[in-house]
């Protein structure tokens, strides 16, 4: 049963479709303890990954053996089920076919979780024409919902929160194919503009807010880990650290300082990377973040790759990258890297939480 994007021309019904009883029932993964012997299911959510024909301007190209790498030698073979979050398939610049055509390894891949029953594929803005594609290999929906037996996740692109997207996408795909692309610019997203990016985010926000539920997407191309980027997330840990100091002895006062001064790094090298005003905008306003919204990132970053990870029990942000060509601040915090073996990826845990403990904050923080 494929769900299509038909009824998705406003975004107020597509918010209330999600949480309605009609839910698309394909679409739903349960990975909770009830479960019975599936209990130890895992779930890998990546999203856009914007493959064209591998020619100038395809995003994926940078990434691809990257990518291929850790979903077939780390996630295939651990039996990991994959959702694949929008915007895999760049059709705003290229035919299905000619995409289809360059990147057999990676639909290789995805045929084998396909084959298992452990693939799931939503429609971003940038693949939305694949309900036209016929014979198209694997069941699309416009949302995953994720049982955990603990609270509800909910994945979905993201782009539905833009009246833009939703009802002038054949016009902006036009615009891309025609113009853009032929002189080889890479992909033009909210993921370029501050302010378009905190609009999806804040929808995405107060939508999972007012249901109590998790909401994962993507679209921005910026990775969240309970509503806080990278720069939020860091103020508020060297805040943490500092609290700890005082009371810390030995070896772990000795911890904390070089934690603290690494993370000083990174924001120092975030603010420069930032534009000002973005940094001051927030999704919360002046509330405490609740933490109802996470993002897988983008599989096209320049040093590597952003995804979530999910278990029955625990969520998690991680970071795969290439030795020798990843980002700094992994050498310089405290991360544990794991390798691949074989390979010179690496796979790094950014934040992980219990997600009882999310519910919680959830359930304490999002009350009036």
């Not at 055509?101 to 979780?113: E, M, T, V």
């Not at 029953?117 to 416009?142: I, Q, W």
């Not at 692109?157 to 113009?179: K, P």
């Not at 249901?211 to 060297?238: C, M, P, Q, V």
Request: glycine share 8%; proline share 3%; charged share 25%.
């Amino acid at each position: 049963m494929r769900e299509t994007c038909n009824n998705t021309s406003m975004k107020s019904a597509f918010f209330s479709n999600m949480v309605s009883k009609n839910f698309n029932p394909s679409a739903v993964l349960d990975i909770s303890a009830k479960a019975g012997n599936d209990s130890g299911r895992k779930v890998l959510v990546m999203s856009d990954f914007h493959m064209g024909d591998g020619a100038r301007g395809d995003d994926l190209v940078r990434n691809a053996d990257l990518v291929m790498d850790c979903l077939e030698k780390y996630y295939l073979k651990n039996g990991w089920y994959l959702v694949l979050n929008g915007d895999i398939e760049e059709l705003q610049g290229h035919d299905f076919s000619v995409i289809r055509s360059f990147w057999k390894r990676l639909y290789g891949i995805f045929d084998c979780f396909a084959a298992q029953s452990r693939l799931y594929k939503t429609l971003g803005n940038h693949d939305a024409d694949l309900v036209y594609v016929k014979n198209y290999p694997y069941p699309l929906c416009e949302a995953v919902r994720i049982e955990t037996g603990i609270l509800p996740i909910l994945i979905y692109h993201g782009h539905q929160s833009s009246h833009i997207y939703t009802n002038y996408n054949r016009i902006l795909r036009a615009g891309v194919r025609y113009i853009l692309k032929p002189i080889g610019l890479r992909n033009v997203s909210s993921a370029r503009s501050p302010h378009k990016r905190f609009k999806v985010e804040r929808t995405a926000y107060k939508f999972s807010l007012a249901n109590n539920l998790i909401s994962i997407i993507g679209h921005t191309h910026r990775a969240l880990f309970e509503s806080l980027g990278r720069f939020d997330y860091i103020k508020f840990e060297i805040e943490r650290l500092c609290r700890e100091f005082p009371g810390a002895e030995g070896g772990r006062k000795t911890y904390i300082a070089h934690e603290v001064n690494a993370l000083r790094m990174e924001l120092g090298k975030l603010k420069k990377s930032e534009k000002r005003h973005s940094l001051r905008e927030s999704l919360y306003g002046d509330e405490l973040p609740v933490p109802c919204l996470f993002n897988s990132g983008s599989a096209i970053g320049k040093k590597g790759l952003n995804a979530i990870e999910l278990t029955s029990r625990n969520i998690a942000l991680v970071y795969w990258f290439t030795e020798g060509e990843g980002k700094k601040f992994v050498s310089r915090g405290g991360y544990s890297v794991e390798a691949l073996p074989g390979t010179l990826r690496r796979r790094v845990v950014l934040n992980d939480d219990r997600l009882d403990y999310v519910q919680a904050k959830i359930e304490l923080l999002g009350s009036p």
